[in-house]
């Protein structure tokens, strides 16, 4: 059975030595690389999802229209992967966020490995993302883990506007 692997190596390279105004020394520096990589053929590939259980709406290709677009509340939509870490995080904090909005902002996720044509019609490329939507247009956008201030600052502009 094929598996994702995880690589994590020292690379040592050259660079000039700020030291000399000619640049010709040259010293070594040791970093490191991070690389991930996934099979070709993922069908093979046991997943077990880290996602807790949530009241969040699961969206479809079939169900994005009536959900998100024609929708008179500002929607955040949560683009997440099941195996994916950072965003199981995401996806906790925004549990914290919600609360704050009770009936001021509706809140939806979609799997792009189940919904890839979603994911590409918003150019959706890494995972964890989140896209607040307001009278069926895109609004804004946090991209990666950020801390809790990004998601709210996002969410008042949003409903702000």
């Known amino acids: 059975m094929a598996a994702a692997s995880c690589t994590y190596s020292p690379v040592t390279r050259r660079y000039p030595s700020i030291l000399t105004p000619s640049m ?9 690389d991070l690389s991930f990589r996934v099979p070709n053929n993922r069908s093979r590939l046991p997943v077990l999802s880290m996602r ?3 009241a969040v709406l699961e969206v479809t290709l079939e169900s994005w229209d ?10 955040l939509v949560e683009f997440y992967t099941s195996w994916c870490e950072p965003c ?40 964890p993302i989140v896209v607040l939507f307001k009278n069926g247009e895109k609004r804004e956008s946090v991209v990666g883990t950020m801390p809790k201030d990004f998601f709210v600052a996002a969410i008042e502009r949003v409903l702000a506007s």
């Open 88 to 127: 199981q995080m995401v996806h906790e904090l925004l549990d914290e966020i919600a609360s704050d909005y009770p009936g001021q902002l509706e809140r939806v996720a979609v799997n792009v490995e189940q919904e890839p044509q979603v994911a590409k019609e918003y150019g959706i490329k890494a995972v």
């Open 52 to 54: 807790q259980e949530s």
């Open 24 to 32: 010709a020394q040259q010293r070594l520096k040791t970093s490191y």
């Open 66 to 75: 009536p959900s998100i677009l024609k929708s008179e509340t500002p929607v």
